[in-house]
């Protein structure tokens, strides 16, 4: 009891603040980006307290902390024609769900007995729960019913239509999602986020490696469940009036915009866990269940360096790619998602059955299914760019005449 | 519009060639130059400057538009013959000029007062391309503050003072334009 409280307290603690410091860094690498220095002034204002001290900028790390000052005395304005209680439950709905995910994903792998208990403590808040992935996916549905609560309750044709846009997006990405970890779990047999570390950690072949189709669709399918860009039209800051959100102000918006960085944190932790083996790295965390101290914080620091990097990887994505259009959203969700991630599933049973039935276990064996994954991965890739289902002409047709459209529309 | 109005014109779509098909390629170019920039940044190329430490440098302070000054002639006479066209071109209208008959042969006016507010000045540079003797000219100062609304209404004293603080850093355009040289 105390154990799990305290693990609550280690991981919101450190969740709420990551995200503050994500947000300062997202800035500063859209500075870095766009030939810009970025918010590095705020520091520690020590000339407040004494005339003659100077005050110190240590790159703007109080940045943040002035951010979540502003949000919180920033008006709180309610509009008068909103349906209050959904008003108020909706942020709330969307950052519960949020945080709740975090209670099934592990953050370390295991610490070793004896210096803080008798037992084993395993870094996840509930441990054994079985069945991680289902709460996981069960809990990432859940904020679409912030979003829709948000635009619905707003009363508001705009956060209504971006409530809309969301809920569609972030249901039809649902699909390729389930379809990613599919593979996943059909080659651990496991829905625990702990034994699918494990099993790529056995046997030293990270999933992005062995199911490379899967890691695409699943990477793909992430940036637009965490609604990132190229996928942000849940918000769409420049061209369309905010989304779901434009009636909040002050901490409520906070609220939303903390629930979609935990989105992105969450996404990051799946990709790592998923597909780049948790807190596994070669020859440096070792893959045994029962590790020693050096290796238990060995694991904890390798998981960290690679959410880390993945959450780069998410900062920089946004200012390289332009975001899609709506129905090449859908159409790259429905035909090109789709398909791949059902490919993706044939490829790894059949895999996987090849090599049951040929009993061979040698490593030359794990080559060449690898090297058989990446082919099937890339001819599948190739083949769905000639089919071009992203290519669509949407202008009316200068060789009908407007009757002819009225009839067919 | 219908779609058979004649004064449509249909433009085909360029065709995707095969990198833009696959979409990778075309996702790793632009994450090259995601990251040329990044680097360039982290190398100190940034084009921010950090103002109060470090001051802006104009490529051209003669044609930066900031606060303004009277010239004076060679006698240190106000260079001015007060002929309001500065004052007609001025689309803030915040210039404000008493001309009296001049004390002096060789003009027949000059101003006996000029203000400027600076505050409703737009620093379009209309008064400077008007004045048909060049003594009015907008100057590379642009960190103009005040406390008072009162402070930033500039008279004549105080426009001829900045010409006396910039003429050595920005000589007068011309000098041998109007009044006795
Ligand atoms: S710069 Fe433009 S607005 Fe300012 S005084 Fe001259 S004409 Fe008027
Ligand atoms: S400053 Fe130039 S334009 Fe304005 S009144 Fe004097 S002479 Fe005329």
């Known amino acids: 009891m105390i154990e799990a409280l305290i693990k609550i307290a280690i991981v919101i603690g450190g969740l709420m603040t990551a995200a503050a410091y994500f947000v300062l860094l997202e800035r500063r690498m859209a500075a870095w980006v766009q030939d810009r220095v970025g918010p590095n002034r705020v520091g520690a204002p020590l000339s407040q307290l004494n005339k003659s001290w100077k005050d110190l900028r240590l790159f703007g790390l109080g940045q943040p902390a002035a951010d979540g000052v502003k949000f919180i005395l920033k008006e709180e304005y309610t509009p008068a024609h909103v349906d209050k209680r959904l008003f108020v439950l909706a942020p709330i709905s969307i950052l519960v769900a949020a945080l709740a995910t975090f209670a099934v994903i592990p953050f370390g792998s295991i610490l070793p007995p004896g210096l803080l208990s008798d037992e084993p403590i395993a870094l996840v808040i509930s441990p054994g729960a079985g069945v991680g992935m289902l709460v996981v996916f069960a809990l990432s549905s859940i904020a679409v019913y912030g979003v829709i609560l948000g635009g619905w309750a707003s009363n508001n044709k705009y956060s209504f239509l971006g409530a809309l846009r969301s809920s569609a997006q972030l249901i039809a990405y649902e699909l390729p999602l389930g379809l990613g970890i599919l593979g996943v779990i059909l080659a651990t047999g496991s829905l625990d986020l702990d034994k699918i570390i494990s099993a790529q950690a056995e046997t030293g072949w990270w999933f992005a490696f062995t199911q490379p189709l899967g890691f695409f669709v699943f990477f793909v399918a992430a940036f637009a469940e965490a609604a990132r860009l190229p996928f942000d039209l849940p918000e769409c800051e420049q061209e369309l009036i905010g989304g779901y959100h434009t009636e909040y102000s002050g901490i409520k918006l906070l609220l939303f915009l903390v629930a979609e960085f935990l989105h992105m944190i969450a996404a990051s932790f799946l990709i790592v866990m998923l597909f780049f083996g948790g807190w596994h790295f070669w020859f440096i965390t070792g893959a045994d269940a029962n590790p020693g101290w050096v290796q238990a914080i060995l694991r904890v620091a390798v998981l960290m360096t690679k959410i880390f990097l993945v959450i780069l990887f998410f900062m920089l994505v946004r200012w390289s790619w332009p975001r899609f259009r709506f129905d090449q959203l859908m159409a790259f969700a429905w035909k090109v998602m789709l398909p791949l991630g059902l490919i993706n599933f044939v490829a790894v049973a059949a895999i996987d059955q090849f090599r049951t039935i040929s009993g061979n276990t040698s490593p030359g064996m794990d080559l060449l299914c690898v090297a058989v994954a990446w082919v099937i991965c890339i001819v599948a890739w190739v083949g769905i760019s000639f089919a071009g289902p992203l290519v669509a002409d949407n202008r009316p047709r200068a060789d009908l005449n407007p009757f002819d459209i009225d009839s067919q529309i | ?181």
């Open chain 2, 1 to 181: 519009m219908k779609a058979d109005d004649p004064n449509i014109k249909w433009v085909e779509e360029p065709k995707l060639g095969l990198s833009g098909k696959m979409y990778a390629p075309m996702f790793v170019q632009g994450l090259a130059t995601t990251f040329k920039h990044l680097k360039n940044s982290l190398q100190g190329k940034a084009v921010t400057v950090s103002y109060p430490e470090q001051e802006p440098q104009f490529d051209n302070p003669l044609i930066y538009r900031g606060v303004h000054r009277l010239n004076k002639d060679s006698q240190g006479r106000v260079k001015c013959v007060a002929c309001f066209l500065c004052a007609t071109a001025c689309p803030a209208h915040c210039i404000d000029i008493i001309g009296i008959e001049s004390p002096w042969e060789d003009r027949e006016k000059y101003p006996e007062s000029f203000t400027i507010d600076e505050l409703r000045c737009i620093y379009c540079g209309m008064c400077e391309e008007a004045c048909p003797v060049d003594a009015i000219e907008l100057t590379s100062l642009y960190n103009l503050t005040g406390r008072s609304r009162e402070e930033m209404i500039f008279d004549k004293e105080k426009l001829l003072s900045v010409y006396d603080a910039t003429k050595d850093t920005e000589p007068m355009r011309s000098p041998g334009m109007g009044g006795a040289v």
